[in-house]
């Protein structure tokens, strides 16, 4: 019987640790240690004991460092100061691109006139599969027969689709009250690795679909919760910061969500649902780009059977080309 | 033969500015002991743990040297701690996984593991399970390295890698279910 792996592991240990002899330099006897000067420790120049404190402050006992924690202020600081500079910099270089665009695009927004949000009107249902629609109730034009229908896939982490929804969310909500097409949400959670809680783009969407299943017919609320938590502003500049479910709950109420939807969120009762349709959207979103040359990324626009570019001003009216 | 766990072995001057496991031990009040008298002592002992570590006797050396130096440029001649050894014992170890995280830019990787010579024990088995160790994360081989050369208590090892005791049982059982799990090593599995 071969002897089991710990004792194989000692015999090993033994038997390699023997091969080890005293190294050649170092003498073999105590009293070979003339002087402190020829202890085999010391490196030439580097004289310790008896030495200046090197900053006031520092202990001025003879042959003692200063303890670690003085020793790591420098560098720690130093990060501090480069942390603060990256963070300034990045401050007033990202933030104004982003804020910029939601209030004032020069493209598909340039021309509304209204001044009340259309998507207060904008009500919302939850589909079969877990997507998100958005229909109007009395009040805009559309009929319930719109032409088309657009799936927009979003990751709530993904900086772009929080840019996509800052530039783009008033076309959007005008062309669901006017009836011109159907906008169905569709939410993935492929960013939830690059969050801290490791699954803040699920617990977001889960956010969504409880607002959207307790609350969707009243008007207004579940696009007034989709559009602060795809606001910018809720995430630290530079890197994708993410909210507590609290957070989240509090930032449903603000938008108008009832205590019921809050406490779902808190409760995460579409957690699961969340999960399910995340993994059917990322599925869904594989195939279109398979079958298209576009590379895999959100936000993904899909219009009729193809993908759109929604870096693209014109997406909306591409999205409403029918294919030929 | 001199060890590696004799560590409560020297002196102790309670007050001085050191991690809580090693002021725990601190009680009583000894006569300090020399860093000649210590690295006389232990340095054998030391290299071959930081060998087991690196499996390069030439870098065991430098991690020892480094450890008696960083003793000596912290309390000169005279070591007032209660547990050098353990101390000595974490700064190699600490050092030995510092440098195993940054060597990846200084390995060379080759396509064919250049030859080894042949030693009069060799054993193929053995040989076997000295490469599957080789494979392991540092930390999991210093767990074992610890555990079974050294036949510390988890308690020592958990000081030793600045962890919790609980860490230093998943260490070891996962590098242990690791070599279980290479076919290379031939009755190591539960089923043998």
């Known amino acids: 019987?071969?002897?089991?792996?710990?004792?194989?592991?000692?015999?090993?240990?033994?038997?390699?640790?023997?091969?080890?002899?005293?190294?050649?330099?170092?003498?073999?006897?105590?009293?070979?240690?003339?002087?402190?000067?020829?202890?085999?420790?010391?490196?030439?120049?580097?004289?310790?004991?008896?030495?200046?404190?090197?900053?006031?402050?520092?202990?001025?006992?003879?042959?003692?460092?200063?303890?670690?924690?003085?020793?790591?202020?420098?560098?720690?600081?130093?990060?501090?100061?480069?942390?603060?500079?990256?963070?300034?910099?990045?401050?007033?270089?990202?933030?104004?691109?982003?804020?910029?665009?939601?209030?004032?695009?020069?493209?598909?927004?340039?021309d509304r006139e209204e001044t009340v949000d259309p998507a207060a009107l904008l009500t919302a249902t939850v589909d079969a599969s877990g997507g998100i629609i958005l229909g109007v109730t009395a009040g805009g034009s559309a009929d319930g027969t719109a032409a088309s229908t657009v799936d927009i896939y979003e990751d709530a982490l993904c900086p772009s689709c929080w840019e996509f929804e800052a530039r783009h969310h008033w076309a959007i909500a005008e062309g669901v009250r006017d009836g011109t097409f159907v906008v169905r949400y569709r939410l993935l959670n492929i960013l939830d690795g690059t969050s801290r809680s490791g699954d803040y783009s699920t617990r977001a969407c889960a956010a969504l679909l409880s607002v959207a299943r307790i609350d969707g017919a009243r008007p207004g609320v579940f696009p007034a919760f989709h559009q602060q938590l795809?606001?910018?502003?809720?995430?630290?500049?530079?890197?994708?910061?993410?909210?507590?479910?609290?957070?989240?709950?509090?930032?449903?109420?603000?938008?108008?969500?009832?205590?019921?939807?809050?406490?779902?969120?808190?409760d995460r009762d579409d957690y699961q649902a969340a999960l399910d349709t995340a993994d059917g959207n990322y599925r869904e979103l594989d195939r279109l780009h398979r079958l298209s040359d576009r590379r895999m990324g959100t936000p993904a626009v899909v219009a009729g059977e193809g993908l759109v570019d929604p870096h693209d001003g014109a997406w909306l009216e591409r999205a409403l080309t029918p294919p030929r | 033969m001199d060890t590696l766990t004799d560590v409560t072995d020297a002196s102790a001057s309670p007050g001085l500015p050191l991690s809580p496991s090693l002021r725990r031990r601190s009680g009583a009040t000894h006569d300090a002991v020399s860093l000649t008298d210590f690295a006389h002592k232990h340095s054998l002992a030391l290299t071959r743990y930081a060998f087991l570590l690196c499996g390069d006797q030439h870098r065991a050396e430098d991690l020892v040297q480094d450890a008696f130096?960083?003793?000596?440029?912290?309390?000169?001649?005279?070591?007032?701690?209660?547990?050098?050894?353990?101390?000595?014992?974490?700064?190699?170890?600490?050092?030995?996984?510092?440098?195993?995280?940054?060597?990846?830019?200084?390995?060379?990787?080759?396509?064919?593991?250049?030859?080894?010579?042949?030693?009069?024990?060799?054993?193929?088995?053995?040989?076997?399970?000295?490469?599957?160790?080789?494979?392991?994360?540092?930390?999991?081989?210093?767990?074992?390295?610890?555990?079974?050369?050294?036949?510390?208590?988890?308690?020592?090892?958990?000081?030793?890698?600045?962890c919790r005791r609980g860490t230093v049982r998943s260490l070891v059982s996962r590098a242990l279910s690791a070599l279980r799990a290479d076919p290379s090593i031939e009755g190591a599995g539960y089923d043998a």
Do not use: C
Not at chain 1, 238 to 262: C, I, N, R, V, Y
Not at chain 2, 71 to 80: A, D, I, K, S, V
Not at chain 2, 120 to 135: K, S, V
């Open chain 1, 230 to 266: 795809f606001a910018a502003r809720h995430h630290p500049s530079g890197s994708p910061g993410e909210l507590t479910d609290q957070q989240l709950a509090d930032l449903a109420k603000a938008a108008g969500a009832s205590a019921a939807a809050q406490q779902a969120i808190v």
């Open chain 2, 69 to 162: 130096l960083s003793l000596y440029r912290r309390f000169g001649e005279t070591l007032p701690i209660a547990a050098p050894l353990a101390y000595a014992r974490k700064t190699v170890t600490n050092r030995h996984l510092a440098w195993a995280r940054t060597r990846s830019s200084g390995e060379i990787p080759v396509m064919e593991v250049p030859e080894r010579p042949v030693t009069p024990h060799y054993d193929l088995q053995q040989e076997a399970l000295r490469a599957a160790l080789g494979e392991l994360p540092d930390r999991q081989r210093a767990a074992l390295v610890m555990r079974y050369f050294l036949d510390l208590p988890d308690r020592e090892i958990a000081a030793t890698l600045s």
């Open chain 1, 1 to 110: 019987m071969t002897p089991d792996l710990e004792q194989r592991l000692r015999s090993l240990f033994a038997q390699e640790a023997a091969t080890v002899t005293r190294p050649a330099p170092w003498p073999d006897s105590a009293a070979e240690y003339s002087a402190p000067g020829d202890h085999p420790a010391v490196i030439a120049g580097t004289p310790v004991n008896g030495r200046e404190p090197a900053l006031a402050g520092w202990p001025a006992d003879p042959g003692q460092r200063p303890s670690g924690r003085w020793r790591h202020l420098v560098p720690v600081l130093a990060a501090v100061a480069v942390i603060a500079i990256v963070g300034t910099v990045a401050a007033t270089t990202l933030r104004p691109t982003i804020d910029d665009v939601a209030v004032a695009d020069p493209g598909t927004d340039a």
